[in-house]
């Protein structure tokens, strides 16, 4: 049999977790807020300070919920304002948050029991409350017990907090519950955002497709530089005109051989090289490898101390080729992304055209589908669109659809 026995906890005990104080004599929860400055007049308040003494208020059970919802509010508007780290606040919120840490150490002398039942109850309810403000919304849940003498007392139990959001359909939800009810209201509110055309903008996404098959040219086998999937070969211009590149490329052209295929990021000097090499290509690659070449023997099993120099160099070559086929190029055909796609789009859809990386949702801009542009494999990756300023082509993962 097992003996119980009282446990007993000399006043001075006490248990600290992150601020949160446990007293047993009396039972109840307390809070040990440290004084943050003993001058504040000289203070210069910065994100970084601010952010450092919120983070050491430590209210799980939210009895002190009212107080984080006052710091939560201050993030919020720091956030707003999109401050560095240590860029001194403005002065209406220096004068709030001295006003804030002014009131803040009065939560030391909060004592709040532990037990929240009534001894002899013989009614005990549970209610719960909750409101919402253009700032914050939140719930408290209280415990109300009745004892035999008509004795009523009521223990915060627990509560949340949170400020109101900044985007999507909870701030339009939150700003409607301040003046109405209505049923079902979240799935009212997000049908009309899928149909607002600017909360499209702010929230829209690029489209995916699948990824395409990997052009012959990346995994077929060539002379060094004629067809190239990873190499470098660096050549030295005078500026980025059109002239400058195509001596480089000339240079190029004599040292490594004439390239089969030559792909660009459509730059200006490039796009001008283009018309330039489409009247002068015959004269301009006449010295070259032969485009018709005897071929070279097989020496993959004759040992290494029975060959030449040079015809070790044409057995590693030959290795070296096995080695692409069999290890590099498994690698080249996984897909560990753009595995769904998106083929919805139809010639004469309005959708959204995204104009940079660095541009903002807003700045979106409406355009028309002209003609769609599938590859070998039938799926769509290339639209042509047409807005205001012309007619132009996008991938379909730089454009949103429109509901």
Known sequence: MCQVKDLFYSSSTETETLGLLWKPHPDSFAFKISPMTSNLDNLIVTKKSVIYTIARIFDPLGLIGRVITKAKILLQSLWQLKLDWNDPLPSNLVSYWISFIDALESINCLYIPCYCLQDKSIRTELHSFSDSSEKAYGAALYLRCINKSGQISVRLLCSKSKVAPLKSAEATLANIRNSFWIPSTRNVVRKILRTCIICRKVSAKCSQQLMADLPAARVTPYRVFSQVVKAIHLE????????????????????????????????????????????????????????????????????????????????????????????????????????????????????????????????????????????????????????????????????????
């Open 236 to 403: 030295l211009v005078s500026d980025l005109t059109t002239e400058a590149f195509l001596a480089a490329l000339k240079r190029f052209a004599a040292r490594r051989g004439r390239p089969i295929e030559i792909h660009s990021d459509n730059g200006g000097n490039f796009v001008g090289a283009n018309n330039e090499l489409r009247k002068i290509l015959k004269a301009l690659f006449k010295v070259g490898s032969s485009l018709v070449a005897v071929p070279d023997p097989d020496y993959t099993e004759i040992p290494m101390n029975r060959l030449s120099r040079w015809q070790l160099v044409q057995k590693m070559n030959k290795h070296f080729c096995s080695k692409w086929s069999s290890e590099y190029l498994n690698r080249l055909q996984q897909r560990p992304k753009w595995c769904k796609g998106h083929v919805g789009f139809k010639e004469g859809d309005l959708v959204l055209v995204k104009p940079s990386e660095e541009s903002d949702s807003l700045k979106w801009h409406l355009a028309r589908i002209l003609k769609l542009h599938p590859g070998k494999d039938n799926i769509v990756r290339v639209v042509t669109l047409k807005d205001k300023q012309g007619i132009f082509k996008r991938p379909v993962t730089k454009i949103a659809n429109l509901p």
